[in-house]
């Protein structure tokens, strides 16, 4: 697992886009506290550290530590709104947790021994269907990322959902559906110049 991230909020009482435009100009990012029990609190964070923590992964799939003005407040990153053009933070969502109750949150997929991969070295190419899940556990369980090993997948093979190697708590979100969510994860095709080889070959074996 990676450092736990630490970010100081302050609770801001002035809101409206008047005020988040004032709070941008001073390289502060608005963010809002949601969720659990609680109502509803409205913080503002440092810009340069948030900057710091959006080139985290595990920052967009962990549980982050907020010290609101010396209270503890453990949260996960719901949404991230950003500047269309510039991409710099402009608001940002947290959902507050409890080590009681699960959480269901994305958390990204790491893809691993994709050189030594067997339809790959049969002149195959790997293509991702999604890069994250959806998955639901208690916040000591959340994993900073899931693998997909794609050493044993053969040339034409895929790999599913039901196929993912999960942490002990981890149950993924669409499984818990029903029927017909074993979703696509990566796949293994034959290159476009091998299938033209092959075609070809075919060609020149029926003259």
């Given at each position: 697992m990676s450092e736990a991230i630490t970010l100081n909020a302050i609770v801001r009482k002035d809101v409206g886009k008047g005020a988040s435009r004032r709070l941008r100009h001073e390289d502060k990012v608005p963010a809002i506290i949601y969720g659990g029990e609680a109502e509803p609190v409205q913080v503002t964070?440092?810009?340069?550290?948030?900057?710091?923590?959006?080139?985290?992964?595990?920052?967009?799939?962990?549980?982050?530590?907020?010290?609101?003005?010396?209270?503890?407040?453990?949260?996960?990153?719901?949404?991230?709104?950003?500047?269309?053009?510039?991409?710099?933070?402009?608001?940002?969502?947290?959902?507050?947790?409890?080590?009681?109750?699960a959480v269901t949150t994305h958390v990204p997929?790491?893809?691993?021994?994709?050189?030594?991969?067997?339809?790959?070295?049969?002149?195959g190419a790997i293509t991702h269907a999604r890069v994250e899940v959806e998955i639901k556990c208690l916040p000591a369980d959340l994993p900073e990322f899931i693998e997909v090993n794609m050493a044993d997948v053969e040339l034409g093979g895929h790999v599913h959902l039901s196929d993912l190697a999960l942490p002990e708590g981890v149950q993924l979100v669409a499984m818990l559906q029903a029927e017909g969510h074993d979703l696509d994860v990566a796949s293994v095709q034959k290159t476009r110049g091998a299938a033209e080889e092959d075609e070809a070959s075919e060609e020149a074996g029926e003259e």
């Open positions: 964070l440092e810009g340069k550290a948030i900057r710091k923590a959006l080139e985290s992964e595990s920052f967009y799939s962990q549980i982050v530590n907020l010290d609101i003005e010396g209270a503890a407040q453990q949260v996960i990153l719901k949404d991230v709104q950003r500047h269309p053009a510039k991409e710099f933070a402009m608001h940002m969502d947290f959902l507050r947790v409890d080590a009681t109750h997929l790491h893809f691993i021994n994709e050189d030594a991969c067997v339809g790959v070295k049969a002149g």
